[in-house]
């Protein structure tokens, strides 16, 4: 068969390229202004827009999907169209794909600040954006399959593998946790409750690492690290082994994010289970990519792109290692809540997806403008900050975890917590917390560095747009080999191979949710429902406590274990959670854990009055606290016209609230805000009814508070 | 003539080339963007790596659902955790000798500092001067000045004011300490003093 002729366009990559790097230093120096504000509360300059609580999430979706989401669309965008010998099938959605994303992340950068948000992590921003993602989502997946479609190789590369199942697996876990009922165009309701939201949240959460920061970086990797090397992949066989088992194992994995929680026994098992099992698939990826450079480790001392890469990859194994190992029981109550948590994802982020993007762009920027890259020595200046910067960050955080966690733990020998003082175990991490933030400014000089790099390099040479290609069209010529386990025979047919990674990768899911969704509490009772659902003024404080982001350091989950039981209270039962859309769990506790805050006569009892100092000016009453003052909720009126639609709203999700309940709601808000106020002002608080204050310490006063309480173990 | 065919056969259609550095096979027509494939095994030592984590996953799940042993199951943990703790010897053991007084001696006074610090400094200022708790250093107790009167609110609290009980986090003998520690602010010059709440009342130290 003849050769034919046609050209690979240069253009999207370039642009998806200029945006990795853009939003990768963005994504840093939101992460490292909210290290700061850890240390020094002030840092938010006393803004509202600017405190951890709203910041987290902006570093958070900054770093996930606009860093390492232009990043990996980067490497698709380059290495599809060459892998499959044909351009990418369709400009227009390339174009909608880039602007897009790119308005959704302006979106996000917007929104976060101000509060828009459904504080369910990794997936805070509200529901017209949400629709945003999935149209953008679903138009790279089209061009990805287009593309295929109309693909000149036979079969189809590892690498377009890992894109499929993260086109898939991201389509289904995103539109299925952001399920939600919306109160008006910034504000919406999960459609899940407590228990259900949490497993549903964190099997996304889970798998956003997965089949986000994972799949597709094995994709690039896979195509990159080859081509830099100039070596051919280790193992064909282990390819297929550890794609296959790596999807089919990671979807069941969230619950060990939940381990010990209000949750059955079974479910958080298999989650155990499934990420042990995970060492093994995740591995053959680290020996994938660190044995194809078998031959070439002369050109890994010299080559700033493959050192990188080596380090990318080696964190990726450590991580992987690491992250089933905080899925036991026995190491997840010491590290959950932690500091640890935090270093473990730091080292898949700043190592695996951050190395091997910038090692990447190092390969690309001289191919992408035809010549050598500007300097090397700076290239290997920026390895150097990128590694020291990891360690720093990494290493004092294991020991903060660690340290905190023991001593949150320690009982004296007359049987009383050694640290009762919460502050206390804080302040004794805050030197690492220091340490890591010398840790992140390190990344982000040697990121400026390689910015600096790539932009002289770009500007040293001409872009080059179109290149011109050939290649055979093999298509449609017989399979005659078979190949091992017949594999090569799907390898040929995209179709079939995208419907069967989708198959593979709803198994895990649909076995966890069913139980918990047929008959919601037939599997973990442990409480009777006797629970009012909130007040109308509670509900209003909840969602003041959802938008400052409250629950990125107060857990509302406690565990049963005796040194939890005594700080906090009786521990969390699944019933408790039934009127929570969305469930406010959390995950890491830089403040106490708040689920029985309100229970009077319990661990955590402060008075009204107590509450309102606290949360204007933290520091008066603990100079040593790191909570920012919240005084603007002291000054802004709580939004009382939102009032009859969020209780419309929580009637159609099920909280059992009377009939005509919305009409007379406001009535009871401003009764029992009158008398919570009322209170205050006798003991000498200034403060009028209809602050936002008033709303979000009911809210406070109300948590772990249940009606008659009828605990029955079943 | 055989040898013949065969070598015809390997000439026309080779199944394998070789890798040169490393001496392995290459799959033959695995090529994409000129990266190539090798046919090697799966290292065997991933393989029992796999195999043992399998085990380990079913032997895990056996001990839940079908031996139902206590240490799967969250809620039993906890019921064991705590009935450890009741065997040992009881909290209140040394109740007997024990006996609500004022303690005076330097240790007892820098630990009660200690505690009051850590606990205490938050509602009622490090000075003792008060801010949402009343001022220590005046001559005014809402409820009580005797020691048996504020052992009795240290230990349980003053709910429907907001002070904590501190039963679950104290010792009664830090308790006396913290109690000791407080009676000495007693007349001391706070920055910010509270005003005065409750009633007038003689110092009995």
Redesign the interface.
């Known amino acids: 068969m003849a050769l034919e002729k046609f050209t690979y366009d240069n253009k999207i990559t370039k642009c998806f390229a200029n945006a990795t790097i853009l939003w990768g230093v963005t994504a840093f120096i939101v992460g490292l202004t909210a290290a700061f504000e850890l240390l020094y509360p002030s840092v938010n300059l006393g803004l509202q827009y600017l405190t951890f609580g709203r910041l987290r999430p902006l570093h958070t979706n900054a770093a996930i999907f606009a860093f390492v989401g232009n990043g990996i669309f980067t490497a698709v965008y380059y290495?599809t169209p060459?892998?499959l010998?044909t351009p990418m099938w369709s400009q227009a959605l390339g174009k909608i794909n880039f602007w897009g994303w790119q308005l959704i992340i302006v979106l996000a950068t917007i929104t976060l600040p101000l509060g828009f948000t459904t504080s369910k992590e990794y997936a805070e921003l509200e529901w017209p954006i949400d629709i945003l993602i999935a149209l953008v989502w679903v138009a790279f997946g089209v061009n990805l399959i287009g593309t295929m479609i109309k693909r000149r190789?036979?079969?189809i590369?590892v690498a377009i593998w890992f894109y499929i199942a993260t086109f898939v697996t991201i389509a289904v876990l995103h539109i299925f946790n952001s399920f939600e009922l919306p109160v008006s165009l910034t504000k919406s309701y999960s459609f899940f409750h407590g228990a259900q939201d949490a497993m549903v949240q964190w099997w996304y959460g889970h798998n956003a690492v997965a089949f986000f920061l994972t799949t597709p970086m094995l994709g690039l990797m896979?195509?990159f690290v080859?081509?830099a090397a100039n070596?051919?992949?280790?193992?064909?066989?282990?390819?297929i082994?550890h794609f296959w088992?790596l999807i089919f194992l990671y979807i069941w994995a969230g619950p060990h994010h939940l381990l010990?929680q209000a949750l059955p026994?079974?479910v958080?098992?298999?989650g155990?289970?499934?990420s042990?099992?995970?060492?093994?698939?995740s591995?053959?990826g680290m020996?994938n990519g660190l044995l194809t450079l078998?031959?070439a480790w002369d050109k890994v001392r010299e080559d700033p792109v493959l050192k990188l890469f080596v380090v990318g990859i080696t964190a990726y194994g450590m991580s992987t290692f690491e992250g089933?190992m905080l899925s036991l029981k026995t190491v997840n109550a010491i590290s959950h809540f932690t500091d640890w948590t935090i270093a473990h994802v730091h080292i898949g982020t700043l190592g695996w997806n951050g190395m091997l993007i910038f090692g990447m762009l190092y390969w690309m920027f001289p191919k992408l403008y035809g010549v050598k890259l500007y300097s090397r020595s700076l290239a290997n200046t920026h390895f150097w900050l990128a590694t020291l910067g990891m360690l720093f960050f990494a290493i004092p955080l294991y020991f903060a975890g660690f340290t905190q966690a023991l001593m949150w733990k320690q009982f004296?020998v007359?049987?009383?917590?050694k640290y009762?003082?919460f502050?206390?175990t804080y302040v004794q991490i805050r030197p690492m917390h220091a340490l890591r933030a010398l840790g992140g400014t390190l990344y982000l000089t040697g990121s400026l560095i390689a910015v600096y790099n790539l932009i002289m390099t770009a500007k040293a040479g001409k872009f080059i747009r179109f290149q011109d290609a050939e290649g055979e069209r093999e298509v449609g010529k017989s399979d005659d080999?078979k190949g091992w386990l017949n594999h090569r025979k799907i390898e040929g047919k995209p179709i079939a191979f995208t419907v069967w990674a989708l198959i593979v990768i709803l198994i895990g899911g649909l076995v966890e949710f069913i139980p918990m969704f047929i008959g919601p509490f037939n599997n973990h009772p442990?409480v009777t429902i006797n629970i009012d659902p909130y007040t109308p003024l509670e509900l209003q404080g909840r969602d003041i406590y959802i938008r400052e982001g409250c629950v990125g350091c107060h857990s509302q989950q406690i565990?049963?274990?005796?040194s939890e039981?005594?700080r906090y209270g009786e521990?969390s039962k699944t019933g408790e959670f039934v009127y929570n859309h969305p469930f406010l769990w959390g995950s890491r506790r830089t403040g106490p854990d708040l689920a029985r805050e309100g229970v009077?006569?319990g661990?955590?009892?402060?008075?009204?009055?107590?509450q309102y100092?606290h949360l204007v000016n933290p520091q008066?009453?603990?100079?040593q606290s790191i909570m920012p003052p919240y005084h603007w909720l002291a000054t802004q009126d709580l939004d009382i016209n939102s009032t009859p639609a969020k209780i419309r709203t929580m009637q159609r999700l099920g909280v059992p609230y009377p009939e005509g309940f919305d009409q007379i709601a406001n009535d009871k808000l401003k009764a029992q805000a009158h008398i919570i106020a009322d209170g205050l002002r006798k003991g000498g608080i200034d403060v009028e009814d209809q602050k936002e204050i008033i709303a979000l310490i009911a809210y406070l006063q109300r948590l772990g508070n249940i009606k008659e309480p009828e605990f029955t173990?079943n | 003539m055989e040898n013949n065919e065969n070598n015809k056969h390997k000439i026309q259609k080779p199944e394998y080339e070789i890798d040169t550095l490393t001496n392995e096979r290459l799959l033959a027509d695995h090529e994409y963007d000129g990266i190539q494939e090798l046919d090697n095994d799966l290292p065997p030592w991933w393989k029992w790596l796999f195999y043992i984590t399998i085990v380990f996953g079913v032997i895990y799940l056996i001990r839940l659902w079908v031996f139902k042993s206590d240490d799967m199951n969250q809620n039993k943990e906890y019921e064991m955790e705590m009935a450890k703790i009741a065997s040992l010897p009881s909290q209140q053991a040394d109740a007997a000798s024990f006996e609500i007084k004022v303690l005076t001696d330097d240790a007892s006074i820098s630990s009660g500092k200690d505690i009051y610090d850590k606990n205490c400094a938050v509602c009622h200022t490090p000075d003792g001067g008060g801010l949402v708790g009343p001022n220590f250093t005046d001559d005014y107790w809402i409820h009580g000045n005797s020691m048996d009167d504020m052992y009795k609110i240290v230990t349980n609290g003053v709910l429907e004011k907001g002070m904590t009980p501190f039963k679950d986090q104290l010792s009664p003998t830090k308790r006396l300490e913290v109690l000791s520690y407080i009676i000495t602010m007693h007349g001391t010059t706070p920055a910010n003093p509270k005003a005065p709440e409750g009633e007038q009342m003689d110092w009995p130290y």
Not at chain 1, 231 to 239: A, D, F, G, M, T
Not at chain 1, 414 to 417: D, H, N, S, W
Not at chain 1, 620 to 623: G, K, S, Y
């Open positions: 290495s060459r892998l010998k190789t036979k079969h590369y896979y195509y080859p081509k070596r051919p992949i280790y193992s064909y066989k282990l390819s082994i088992t010990y026994n079974w958080q098992a298999v155990t289970v499934m042990i099992a995970l060492i093994a698939p591995w053959g020996i078998r031959g089933p004296t007359e049987g009383y917590l009762p003082n502050l206390e080999h442990e565990r049963p274990f005796r039981v005594e521990y009077k006569g661990k955590l009892y402060k008075p009204d009055s107590w100092e008066n009453l603990n100079p173990v």
